[in-house]
């Protein structure tokens, strides 16, 4: 059988791959791999989306909790980077937030922290799977039964801890932000006007089905309009889960997470404040990213895609910073994981810090022509075999020589294969990705 957890927990379609059934097990699963039972009753931290969904895999989340003996911190909606944060503040023994993060609403997902707050290793994610298959575990009656609680000021001390983290305000700066109609949808615009930005909002009204549904960090494009519409000075937009962030200059162009981690590297650098002189990205970052790193005596160090790879190499390493193209952004002396409430403060922050617009922070570096295809497959594990699609991958490498850049993989979390290519001209880069992602299509679809 396929692995369970995928690089960003346990996801599908919420109902049939993701049942109430499942998700029972996987809470009862958690406390007994991570609860350690002793004196204290364990306790885990519990966030979810606004996927309608979310309600009654919470519920059957939180009856697996509390069946072996746990007791559950219900958070309600609240981010990802919020529950990570909550989780080891509050001192929850682990925490589960339920959300498929960028997938459509018909998706959700459950993923996990340990007390630390951070993402659990590999061979925990085994040993939960493990005994959520055999549904192992005691099954306790009377007042060994977990109880359920909530803490009406927990999203009040995760905001104020984000508001902590800026050196000044964005005071007098127009800002419009995109909620995605998800867990940010209060989170996001509250935290900027807590920073002095006149805010507009859009997509900030969930009614459990819209979701990501056209808007957020999957289609930047929108708050980029939006921008250019109001003439605001900048836009942000966030995905279901609000850990990752992307952005809009004043012209309306999108500023992806290459060009908000160089200028936050270079700050940082020139600040002697970039521990090691070290920057973490992934394979996806774009040629202009590492280029400009190099100009700036800045190391760089690449792991697999998935933000998890990121803060490993980060803690690794001692890296302070690190992150991804999609804006994943980790900021280690602040967070244990993405977090696009906090990518936001420190970006903005930064632009009205130094007196420059938020083109003026992207033109960081030059971004290389790159088209990416995400193409939908039936198998994405026989990727590997799929000759016709390496022999493409062959051809388009040899055509591009030293000029670009070849990158296909199997997504991590949904049924797709994606196909970047890199080149010294849009027109290149495009001719070669359709290439390939026909193969792909070919061979798996």
């Known amino acids: 059988m396929p692995r369970l957890f995928g690089t960003d927990g346990v996801r599908g379609v919420a109902g049939s791959e993701l049942s109430g059934e499942l998700a029972y097990r996987l809470g009862r699963a958690t406390v007994v791999a991570l609860g350690h039972h002793g004196e204290r009753r364990p306790l885990i931290a519990v966030g979810r989306d606004t996927r309608a969904s979310g309600e009654f895999l919470e519920a059957a989340l939180t009856a697996g909790i509390c069946s072996v003996g746990g007791d559950a911190l219900l958070l309600g909606v609240c981010t990802t980077p919020g529950v990570a944060f909550l989780t080891h503040t509050l001192g929850a023994t682990a ?14 997902g459950i993923k996990l922290f340990g007390a630390s707050g951070y993402k659990l290793p590999d061979d925990v994610e085994d040993e939960v799977e493990a005994i959520a298959a055999s549904d192992d575990g005691p099954r306790p009656t009377g007042r060994g039964i977990g109880r359920t609680r909530q803490d009406p000021h927990a999203q009040s001390r995760y905001l104020a801890h984000l508001e902590a983290t800026v050196d000044g305000s964005i005071g007098g700066m127009r800002v419009v932000v995109d909620c995605a109609n998800g867990a940010a949808s209060h989170a996001a615009p509250e935290l900027l006007r807590r920073l002095g930005a006149e805010v507009t909002t859009i997509h900030d009204a969930p009614d459990g089905w819209n979701i990501n549904e056209g808007c957020g960090a999957t289609h930047a494009e929108v708050v980029a309009l939006a921008v250019a519409d109001v003439g605001a000075d900048a836009g942000v937009t966030h995905d279901g889960d609000a850990d990752r962030a992307l952005f809009s200059d004043a012209q309306g162009r999108v500023v992806d997470g290459d060009q908000v981690l160089a200028a936050c590297a270079l700050d940082l650098h020139r600040s002697g404040r970039l521990d090691g002189g070290l920057v973490v990205t992934t394979v996806m970052a774009n040629q202009g990213f590492r280029v400009a790193m190099d100009q700036a005596g800045i190391q760089l160090r690449e792991t697999k895609v998935g933000d998890r790879y990121v803060l490993e190499e980060m803690v690794r390493t001692g890296a302070v910073l690190g992150g991804e193209q999609s804006g994943h952004v980790i900021f280690h002396r602040h967070a244990t994981t993405g977090d696009g409430l906090l990518t936001a403060a420190q970006f903005l922050t930064l632009a009205r810090r130094t007196g420059c617009s938020v083109a003026d922070l992207a033109a960081a570096m030059t971004r290389f022509p790159q088209v990416l ?40 979390t949904e049924p797709l294969v994606r196909v970047m290519v890199e080149a010294a001209t849009p027109d290149e880069a495009r001719e070669h990705a359709a290439a390939i992602a026909a193969a792909v299509s070919t061979s798996l679809g």
């Open 95 to 108: 925490g589960a937030v339920i959300s498929a993060s960028h997938n459509p609403a018909e998706y959700n």
């Open 373 to 412: 295809h995400n193409v939908a497959v039936g198998d994405r594990e026989r990727l590997g075999e799929a000759q016709e699609v390496w022999a493409a991958v062959r051809d388009a490498e040899a055509a591009l020589g030293d000029r670009g850049r070849v990158l296909v993989r199997a997504s991590g």
